[in-house]
């Protein structure tokens, strides 16, 4: 009920984009995880061209963060959002209607796009609407985001067995449903003409050297995050000798962050400053994979799959490392999606989002390289390596915030002793600089 007075609590438009979001990662998890099984399976590609589809699909989308950013100052986010929206609509029609490259390659790039623009637009239209209560309202995006992870895989399973043209279908008539939403219901906002070019918009942004630093000490955050579709996913396989039990690592993520994440946001938002709370959050990441090393080093791997109480056993690193990780990843990331468009001012928000999660989709794709690369170098003889990886780049992580904080560079610089506040400024400092355990009245 708590959550439920906290929903109504905020704006029209704020309630309208956290269902958008709920309807976004539902409609998008039915289909894209059984796209690779479609394009193989079904049709019979090769593997080769299987990984064409699907990484123009993640290029469209991770190259292009930045144009959605642009497109949401320029333009007004509402309307990107919408457009967004309606452009995954057509491209996951696309993948119901046509089986040649082409059409399919086509599909990839309008599904990749429509995420590059409504992304953006959609934090940077919640962090204008939710004001000083940014933290709460991404606190809030991310139940809703993560309950529609979890409904899309358990819809997209039942209407496989269908057929993947249905699935394709019904997660394009969910889109159709939220861009007609939108139209009614999401408030329009005056968009500010610019006096600047694009270039210029890029320019300030991309000479921001608080910001760059900020987004470089977070780097770490989107490569761990990752890690709950190769790391953790790999070493439930590994140690149980099952491929079934990766359910299990993405249903205690799960139900940790629904139970979990606007609890964790409101206890640290009065007690931790912003910079602390990110670090200790990145820490928390880091220290998750401490649990699958000590596994990797101690469990022998498992030939095929054991009883329920010896597999539960044998999982158990597994199972910790997820609710850890979820756990420092619930801290860290509505604060950090409250500060970025703080360094904008409110007029470059989107912009700011773009550069920060463009550099997360870089990030996310190298990373996953260099600890799929060790796997495959380390083999049976140094199990634990990536673990180790993982670890070492959350506590590095963690270290550079921490020292960010201490040295005052974390968020948008402010002259004179007063901050400016709401939506266009820096968010109201609250809490003390370092942590405590103590309540606040």
């Known amino acids: 009920m708590s959550t439920w007075r906290l929903i109504r609590s905020f ?7 956290l269902v958008n979001q709920l309807g976004v990662n ?6 894209i995880p059984y796209l690779s099984g479609y394009l193989g399976h079904d049709l019979g590609m090769s593997a080769a061209l299987v990984g064409v589809v699907l990484g123009v699909r993640n290029l469209s989308q991770q190259g292009l963060f930045l144009l959605g950013g642009t497109a949401s100052d320029r333009l007004g986010a509402r309307g990107v959002i919408i457009a967004g929206c309606a452009l995954r609509t057509v491209g996951f029609g696309l993948f119901a209607l046509g089986t040649s490259l082409p059409v399919l390659l086509f599909a990839s790039v309008l599904s990749g796009l429509a995420g590059a623009l409504f992304n ?6 919640l962090a204008e609407e939710a004001g000083d209560r940014r933290a709460e309202a991404f606190s809030l995006f991310n139940v809703f985001a993560n309950t529609g992870a979890l409904l899309g895989p358990l819809l997209g399973s039942a209407l496989v067995v269908v057929g993947f043209a249905t699935s394709a279908v019904v997660a394009a008539v969910l889109f159709a449903l939220l861009t007609i939403a939108q139209l009614a219901v999401l408030p329009p906002r005056a968009v500010p003409r610019r006096s600047t070019t694009v270039l210029a918009d890029w320019r300030r942004v991309l000479s921001d050297r608080r910001f760059l630093v900020f987004t470089l000490a977070l780097t770490g955050m989107f490569a761990l995050q990752n890690q709950l579709y190769l790391v953790l996913p790999m070493e439930a396989a590994r140690l149980t000798g099952s491929s079934g039990t990766v359910a299990a690592v993405f249903l205690v993520s799960t139900v940790a962050s629904l139970a979990l994440q606007v609890r964790i946001t409101r206890w ?9 709370a990110i ?3 990145m820490v ?9 090393a000590l596994g990797a080093a101690l469990v022998a791997p498992a030939d095929s799959a054991s009883g329920a109480a010896e597999t539960l056993l044998r999982l158990s690193p597994v199972l910790l490392a997820a609710l850890v990780l979820t756990g420092g990843l619930m801290l860290a990331q509505p604060f950090v999606n409250e500060l970025i468009p703080a360094f904008g001012l409110g007029s470059l928000s989107g912009t700011y989002f773009g550069v920060f999660y463009l550099a997360s989709g870089i990030t996310a794709a190298a990373g996953n390289a260099a600890i799929g690369w060790l796997s495959d170098a380390a083999g049976g003889a140094w199990p634990w390596a990536p673990s180790a990886l993982c670890a070492l780049i959350g506590l590095v992580s963690g270290i550079a915030v921490f020292a960010l904080e201490r040295n005052g560079l974390v968020g948008p610089a ?22 405590r355990t103590t309540p606040t009245s």
């Open 11 to 17: 704006p029209l438009a704020v309630q309208v984009l």
């Open 26 to 31: 539902t409609g998008f998890y039915l289909l």
């Open 120 to 125: 953006p637009a959609v934090r940077a239209y």
């Open 268 to 276: 640290f938002q009065h007690r931790c400053s912003r910079g602390n």
């Open 279 to 281: 670090a200790i959050g």
């Open 284 to 292: 928390l990441m880091g220290l998750a994979f401490v649990a699958t």
């Open 414 to 435: 402010t002259s004179g002793s007063a901050e400016p506040t709401g939506s266009a400024g820096r968010p109201k400092p609250s809490g003390d600089p370092s942590c």
